[in-house]
Structures are given as C-alpha cells and as structure tokens.
C-alpha cells in the first residue's frame, strides 16, 4: 500500500465515522418527531362556598343579671364573610322567655377599629340613617319583635342590601335596656341572634 | 473487499464514539419547561383578623429544591385565648405530596419557631400550628411553600392554596 492510497484510506474512514456518528444523533432526535400525543388533563371542579362567622367564639355579647329597670348592656360582634360566592346576609333571633316584651333592642351596623368581642373598640356607626333611628341602626324595638326567622328577618343593610363578598367584615353594636315596668319582676330571657348568608 | 471492510470500521468507530458522547453528555435538558406556579392566599375571619388578606405568599416559577416565602400577621380578635388551626382545602392532585407548606412564627426573640410542616395532602384536614394568641394579641407569621428534590409532575402546574385559620379557643 502506497502512502497515498493510505491516506485515502483514512479519509475514507474518517468521512464514515463522522457520517454515522451524524447519522445516529440525528436519528435520536428526529425520532422523537415522529412520535405524537395528545392529552387534556388538569380537569378541574370545585364548588363555590358560603361561610360566615363571628368573633364571638360562643360567648355572649349581652348579659343582664338581677337588673333594675334601666339597666342596660352593650356589645358588639364582629361578623364576615369567608365564602367565595357574594352572598346577601339577614338578621333574625331566636328569643325565647317572659322577659323579652320588656327589654328594648338597638342594632347598629358599623365598624370597629380594633375589634375584640364584645368590647366595641373603636366603633364607628354607618352614617347611612337605615329605618329613620339614627345613623347605622338596623333595628329599634323590643326583643320580642326582632325578626325571628329567616323568612321575616332584616336584609343587611335594610336599605340598599347588596351581596357581601369574601373578606367583608361588618360590627353590630347590641344594646339592650330593661323596661320600667311592674310586670318584668323575676321574668328571664335568652336571645341567640343569627346572621345567615345565602347566595342567590 | 478492502474497502467494505474500512466501511465497517468505520461505522463501528462511529457507532462507538455516538454511545461515548451520549453517555458522558447525559439526557438532553428539557428546554422552555416551567416550574410550579403555587399562590398561597389567606383571609380574615369573624375570629382572625389576617393582613395582608389576599395573596401572602407567591412563586411563579418553582422548581425542585427550591422554596418561596411570604409573611402575613394574625389578630385575636376574640374574648379568649385560642389556638390556631389551619387548613388548606385545595385539590392538587399532582402536588399533593409535592408540596410542603411551612408556617414559623416570627417570635418576639427573633429565634423563628417552626410550628407546621405540612404537605397539602395532609393540610386537607385542620392541623394545629402550636401557635396560641391571647385576646388582642397579634402575631407575625412567615409561610414557606417548597418543592423537594425529586419532586415530579410539577412543570406547568399552577395552583391557588386558601388558607383557612381557626381560631379554637383553649382556655377554661
């Protein structure tokens, strides 16, 4: 073998190895074009929610004990809403005892600027006149008069009401004041007031 | 005859040197894969007040190894002390066990106690921090959300964590 055709020779292999070398990458990659899927996955459904709580963590705002005619107590609760879907709040009580005909109620609506149950920290009223009773009130009466289902109960805010929405917080200021009235000796009563939320 | 026989030679050297370079070079990387997209969003409550409420934490690129934070603070805005509970009700099937969700209370001594460690699995159910707040009390809290080495089917994945506390009162 000459040295040319030596030379020759190896050129020859060096063309084949790179070529094959060329050859098998290629076809690694361009393989892959060949192959084809197609999937829809991540399906997803969930339910909106409707949730509403207070900072009350069953205590209770009002309490008059062996009261005198005039006595009075006040608290407020801190309510919000927690649900993904606007919802309409209303305002109901289930009352129950002889003493509710003689304990006149206030609700006012408002804000509070360091809310800690049921010490009304900084509460401020709405400055809407809602039912003509003052800026903020909701409800002015005896206690046997609040609405006592959801069927008859007050629409939040009595005028105006609109779909609350999450994170939406609302104080209501409870007032309560005993009647001077004979006939209220030795009555009781319990009062547990509801906020519900429904979403059309 | 000579030249079929330099053909093959050369074709097994080629053969030869493609296994060589495809074992040292390894798996072609995957180019334009994303990571995790995780949002952790937190709310107040009737009990709780939370700020910022809204988005505390968020990562939009996460990928294994690697961990995001956010920081939110925690009001008592209830009459007793409570204990804080959290949930996060969220279906991330892909991440369920992918992700783990951390909650350090920021501490008053500036030492950061970690009081959950958790996988979105197994935050479907309340779990009891160890943080307690009495009446008014506030607390700094740091969330962390990180993916672990190894974590799979994270790519391309985005999801939104609620957080819900509850408060659970603790006192007599």
């Known amino acids: 073998m000459t040295r040319e055709l030596a030379r020759h020779r190896l050129r020859q292999l060096a063309v084949v190895v790179v070529a094959t070398a060329f050859l098998a990458v290629t076809a690694g990659f361009t393989g892959a074009s060949f192959s084809s899927s197609s999937s829809s996955s991540g399906n997803r459904f969930a339910a909106g929610t409707v949730r509403l709580t207070d900072n009350d963590v069953d205590g209770a ?10 006595a009075t107590d006040t608290g407020c609760v801190l309510v919000t809403y927690e649900g993904s879907l606007p919802s ?11 003493l509710a005909p003689y304990l006149t109620l206030t609700v006012t609506r408002g804000t509070e600027s360091a809310p800690a149950f049921d010490t009304c920290g900084g509460f401020t009223a709405d400055t809407t006149d809602y039912i003509g009773a003052g800026p903020g009130v909701v409800y002015s009466g005896t206690l046997d008069g609040y609405p006592a289902s959801y069927a008859s109960a007050l629409a939040d805010p009595p005028t105006g009401a609109a779909a609350w929405t999450q994170g939406e917080s609302h104080s209501y200021r409870l007032a309560v004041t005993l009647a001077n009235d004979t006939a209220a000796q030795g009555q009781s009563a319990t009062a547990t007031f509801h906020w519900e939320a429904r979403n059309a | 005859m000579l030249r079929v026989r330099w053909f093959a030679m050369g074709a097994v050297l080629g053969t030869g040197l493609t296994a060589v370079y495809v074992t040292v070079a390894g798996p072609v990387p995957v180019r334009g894969s994303a990571g995790a997209q995780v949002r952790v969003l937190a709310g107040p409550t009737g009990a709780l007040d939370v700020l910022p409420a809204g988005v505390a934490l968020s990562a939009n690129d996460l990928r294994p190894g690697e961990a995001a934070s956010g920081s939110l603070s925690v009001r008592n805005q209830t009459a007793r002390t409570v204990a804080l509970d959290v949930t996060a009700p969220v279906d991330a099937s892909e991440l369920d066990h992918g992700i783990v969700l951390t909650i350090e209370d920021d501490g008053e001594d500036g030492h950061d106690v970690a009081p959950l460690r958790e996988t979105l699995r197994g935050l479907q159910e309340a779990r009891r921090t160890g943080l307690v707040l009495a009446p008014g009390e506030i607390k700094s809290l740091t969330v962390i959300t990180r993916l672990p080495e190894g974590a799979q089917d994270y790519q391309g994945v985005a999801i939104d964590v609620p957080l819900r506390l509850e408060a659970v009162p603790v006192d007599a």
């Open chain 1, 61 to 70: 705002a009002l309490v008059l004990a062996d009261a005198q005619p005039g």
């Open chain 1, 88 to 98: 309409t709040v209303s305002l109901y009580a289930t009352v129950t005892g002889g």
